[in-house]
């Protein structure tokens, strides 16, 4: 085999890069890198991945949100100076025992480490060995729970982490970014320190502003002037204000919060049941949230995502918190579970939950309900509660290339599960309202006495009106 040196391709970090290369060389396994659009993120990673995976043979992920998108930006994406693959720049051939297309998988000479790249909608279907190092590209639109369920295997495995984007409104992101920025890695002082950084076009002079003015014009034919600024500033300016472009919800949300109705603490109320809302799915495609009413205005108390397929267990776990009220569920609850004649409404009254069918509408109307029920609604604070906010502020719309406009069609990814269990949710709360029993003035009580008489619980007045009523009704009138 020819001697191949790593990184390949005489490939050096560019001097705005080299504070984040120096620091993962000297021992950082934690870096937050939000870096303007084109500043070179994912070729920085795919270098780390190489020279990683012969330092430390083991198993690497390069991770965007969707498998799809993934494939197009980084496992078929070629680099347009010089006509190559990016994966060969980083990986040159020589180096490549095998690949596999179909699973974007490659397995290296000589150390036996493996490189795949995935999406953050499938990472718990993925099978073999558990990563040692992770890349989480465009992680402001990725699934926040990828990171809950892998950060304990890199803890154990002593594995690094890299998270790369451009802002993308005030999320799950850049509430990571606030968290970390005051536990600054040290090679000495605190070596399980994070290194983060913000860097924008003025920052690296990576991009002239000829170009920039360009893209924005660009933008301005696509979107309008008003996106366009704001995607210009987002992207290559690094702001963080403005929700996600084509958001459904995001603006509303932030409305929300800015109210204070997101992010101000208050506990369940014992006295008013718990009900849910589900969409239902496969685990991770099956949230369900937990909402009460009172006084007219839904409270959201809990956000759950079951990580067991058997329905049974996503009734226990609602059980054991106490959630007894109605479950909202949508009409594909009658479909028969498969090689059975059962529904899961059948299974759900099995366990004692108290399944509601929620009404069919149009996605349209569906979207509006989950749209006016965040306008009055409470979210109570809690982590579980924020993940799920974290879907609603993602939930978009597609965007049609050809057409130049957004479909009124939500993206198909994790936020649009969450987002249609919140539409039910919508749809749903004010029937929890008008299920609420309310006393019968017509029936009388009765309560024996010490002398053994017996005496109506009735006002004078509320037994008078009774009567009234039983004449008139056994006169006909």
Request: with cysteine.
């Given at each position: 085999m020819p001697r191949v040196?790593?990184?390949?391709?005489?490939?050096?970090?560019?001097?705005?890069?080299?504070?984040?290369?120096?620091?993962?060389?000297?021992?950082?396994?934690?870096q937050l890198l939000f870096w303007h659009r084109r500043a070179g993120k994912d070729e920085l990673n795919l270098n780390m991945h190489a020279v990683s995976a012969y330092e430390r043979p083991g198993t690497y992920w390069h991770m965007l949100p969707e498998a799809a998108q993934a494939r197009k930006a980084i496992w078929t994406a070629v680099n347009p100076h010089t006509g190559k693959r990016r994966l060969f720049e980083a990986f040159p051939e020589a180096l490549i025992e095998n690949m596999n297309d179909h699973e974007m998988f490659?397995?290296?000479?000589?150390?036996?480490?493996?490189?795949?790249?995935?999406?953050?909608d499938n990472f718990n279907s993925l099978v073999g060995s558990p990563p040692v190092g992770i890349t989480f590209s465009e992680w402001a639109l990725a699934n926040p729970a990828a990171w809950a369920y892998l950060s304990p295997i890199l803890a154990e495995n002593g594995g690094w982490a890299s998270f790369i984007t451009t802002p993308r409104g005030n999320n799950h992101a850049k509430g990571m970014l606030d968290k970390v920025k005051g536990n600054v890695f040290d090679p000495v002082t605190n070596p399980r320190g994070w290194f983060s950084e913000v860097l924008s076009a003025d920052d690296t002079a990576a991009i002239d502003k000829v170009t920039i003015e360009e893209q924005r014009d660009v933008y301005e034919g696509l979107f309008g002037k008003e996106m366009a600024d704001m995607l210009i500033e987002q992207e290559y300016f690094c702001s963080f204000s403005g929700?996600?472009?084509?958001?459904?919800?995001?603006?509303?949300?932030?409305?929300?919060?800015?109210?204070?109705?997101?992010?101000?603490?208050f506990d369940i109320d014992p006295k008013h049941p718990v009900h849910t809302a589900w969409d239902l799915g496969k685990a991770v495609n099956n949230p369900i949230w937990a909402f009460q009413v009172i006084d007219g205005v839904p409270l959201i108390?809990?956000?759950?995502?079951?990580?067991s397929e058997d329905l049974s267990d996503w009734c226990k776990w609602l059980d054991e918190q106490g959630y007894h009220g109605n479950d909202y569920v949508p009409h594909d609850i009658l479909h028969p579970q498969w090689g059975t004649k059962r529904t899961r409404l059948d299974t759900l009254k099995d366990h004692g939950r108290k399944p509601k069918m929620v009404g069919?509408?149009?996605?349209?109307?569906?979207?509006?309900?989950?749209?006016?029920?965040?306008?009055?609604?409470?979210?109570?604070?809690?982590?579980?509660?924020?993940?799920?906010?974290?879907?609603?502020?993602?939930?978009?719309?597609?965007?049609?290339?050809e057409k130049k406009t957004f479909r009124d069609i939500p993206v198909k990814n994790w936020a649009e599960h969450y987002a249609s269990a919140f539409r039910y949710l919508g749809l749903a709360w004010r029937q929890a309202v008008a299920e609420v029993k309310k006393p019968e003035g017509d029936k009388r009580a009765y309560v024996g006495q010490a002398d053994g008489t017996i005496r109506s619980q009735q006002t004078v007045k509320e037994a008078v009106d009774a009567m009234v009523r039983r004449r008139r009704a056994r006169a006909g009138m």
């Open positions: 040196t790593i990184p390949a391709n005489d490939w050096q970090p560019r001097w705005y890069q080299r504070p984040a290369w120096d620091s993962w060389e000297q021992g950082c396994k934690r490659i397995r290296f000479k000589d150390v036996g480490s493996t490189f795949q790249v995935v999406g953050s929700a996600l472009i084509g958001s459904y919800w995001g603006a509303e949300i932030a409305r929300a919060e800015r109210a204070l109705r997101i992010g101000t603490p108390v809990d956000f759950y995502v079951p990580d069919l509408v149009s996605l349209a109307e569906g979207n509006n309900a989950g749209l006016q029920t965040i306008k009055v609604a409470r979210f109570r604070t809690t982590e579980r509660v924020a993940d799920g906010i974290e879907g609603l502020k993602a939930y978009r719309r597609e965007y049609d290339d």
